[in-house]
């Protein structure tokens, strides 16, 4: 639309945005992987597990400032309200979570101790099992989180496309 | 001292109807998403004022002849 002519409006912007958010996502897993391949194939121990980890922080906080500098007011709007009313509350509603379901209703406490178990004689001892329980614990107070983040940031622009006042 | 939030209307949808432009080419031009181009028509978010001077701007229109008070 060159006919309406203001000086330093290209377009583009927000669809880039949104690849770059995409790409956190999608980007980190090759990353993981080759980190990973290349580490065991050096022999370097617990730096096997630990690069490919930073690695993938790097990539993702990288991202996340690239994504950030492209979005436009109406999506950091959203961001916020999601961190605010999302995130915040999604991790203390987790972290309570976590601690219910580890030490409260054996039932449920148990079957996750035995998965966290499992999961690190899967990996032949390589994590003793507190510290596959502390990953274990981590990762689900961050899926919970998230969850609650998307969901709020999902509600927001839902109640922005209802339509006029 | 006006202590209430100011609920605001705009005239985007009309003006940019009167100009036969898309939202979408709106929005390109402004720089935002169409997400939030359609939200600031429909009076579901308001601008920065920033992003509202050069909405104006491209009508070329003074603030008031886009944004009002509601009331």
Do not use: H
Request: proline residues 5%; hydrophobic residues 50%.
């Amino acid at each position: 639309m060159a006919k309406m002519g203001v000086s330093g409006m290209s377009g583009g912007a927000p669809k880039l945005g949104r690849l770059s958010l995409l790409g956190i996502g999608l980007a980190a897993l090759p990353v993981y992987i080759a980190w990973t391949l290349y580490a065991r194939s050096q022999e370097m121990g617990p730096d096997a597990f630990r690069l490919p980890l930073f690695a993938v922080i790097a990539w993702g906080v990288t991202f996340t400032f690239l994504s950030w500098r492209r979005l436009d007011e109406g999506g950091k709007e959203a961001i916020k309200f999601a961190f605010c009313w999302g995130a915040g509350p999604g991790m203390m509603i987790a972290a309570v979570t976590v601690l219910l379901v580890l030490y409260y209703p054996q039932p449920v406490g148990e079957s996750v101790k035995r998965a966290v178990e499992g999961y690190a004689a899967m990996r032949g001892g390589a994590l003793p099992p507190e510290t596959a329980g502390f990953f274990v614990g981590a990762a689900m107070v961050i899926g919970i989180q998230q969850m609650l983040f998307v969901a709020v940031w999902l509600v927001w622009w839902a109640r922005r496309r209802l339509g006029p006042r | 001292m006006i202590a209430e939030a100011i609920d605001m209307k705009n005239r985007i949808r009309v003006l940019r109807a009167e100009k036969n432009w898309t939202q979408a080419e709106l929005a390109k031009e402004l720089d935002v998403s169409r997400n939030t181009m359609n939200a600031i028509e429909n009076n579901r978010y308001d601008p920065s004022l920033s992003l509202a001077f050069r909405i104006a701007k491209l009508f070329r229109l003074k603030m008031e002849d886009v944004f009002q008070d509601e009331d």
